[in-house]
């Protein structure tokens, strides 16, 4: 996940955006002084930003304390969407690590999960996403994703259902975003390379994942999905199971128990027959 922030972070503070957003102007906080390269970055967005949302877009800058002032500044602001925090692995990562800080970055900020960022630190979307909703911290998705063939960001929208429906049962089951949604934002690029492209891009990926949305609503209500993976790790739920999930074992306790109990018994995954469940709903 640590890898997921270092990327460029578009941070909002806070919970859900009114309905009508925005209607006043939106401030983009840069933690760092004018000129350099964030601050650059915060300009072109912004820029682009009041095209896309027909409301002034203003750039601050609130720099010191290797960027935990201007970090601050937004972890302090009213969780309204109107004030936003641009950042990168330093203010939102190592300075949590470093500083003791006067807010809390796991507390204040939530994550926007990648497709292909995921794909980058050698994960899988949907591993990304659990890790994010297990930590309370899922609050949007990047709708674009990259060539799975050359590993890097060609910004082409998911179009594989199979995929999108893993995905949206993992938020479902965590309760949905919290305060952010999912964001589309394909460009043209060598194998698209027309405005007309955008359209279709837009379109389909809107259409997968409403498809996406409702198959896996349909799975969680009527198939046995999620009996099949209650039975699959029913041993957490009690004994030592549970107080190992709880983190309550050290290396030498789980040494002893395998000791005394000697090789578990295995319990399949049924992969394959999970698979074919979600086909089926499609």
Request: proline share 3%.
């Amino acid at each position: 996940m640590k890898r997921l922030i270092a990327a460029l972070t578009l941070a909002v503070a806070g919970s859900a955006v009114a309905q009508g957003y925005p209607l006043r102007p939106v401030t983009i906080v840069v933690p760092f002084a004018a000129g350099g390269p964030t601050d650059v970055i915060a300009r072109v967005m912004a820029q682009h930003m009041r095209t896309t949302l027909g409301q002034s877009v203003v750039v601050e800058n609130v720099s010191g304390a290797n960027g935990n002032i201007g970090v601050g500044r937004v972890a302090r602001a009213a969780p309204d969407g109107y004030t936003v925090s641009i950042g990168h692995w330093s203010t939102h990562v190592v300075n949590g690590a470093v500083y003791p800080l006067p807010y809390d970055l796991l507390k204040d900020f939530k994550l926007n999960i990648e497709v292909n960022h995921a794909t980058l630190a050698g994960h899988t979307f949907t591993h990304e996403l659990q890790v994010a909703v297990d930590a309370g911290m899922l609050g949007s998705m990047d709708a674009n994703r990259g060539d799975y063939q050359n590993g890097w960001d060609t910004d082409q929208f998911p179009n594989n259902i199979n995929e999108l429906v893993e995905a949206m049962l993992i938020v479902l089951e965590g309760g949905g975003f919290q305060g952010g949604g999912i964001n589309f934002d394909a460009k043209i690029r060598r194998n698209s390379t027309d405005a007309e492209d955008l359209f279709h891009a837009h379109i389909g990926g809107i259409d997968t994942f409403a498809r996406a949305l409702v198959v896996a609503d349909t799975i969680l209500k009527q198939s046995e999905y999620k009996k099949i993976r209650a039975d699959r790790y029913a041993s957490f739920d009690s004994g030592k199971g549970a107080a190992y999930e709880k983190g309550g074992l050290s290396l030498e306790d789980l040494r002893e128990y395998a000791i005394a109990n000697g090789e578990p018994k295995a319990i399949s995954g049924r992969q394959e027959y999970l698979e074919n469940l979600i086909n089926r709903y499609i």
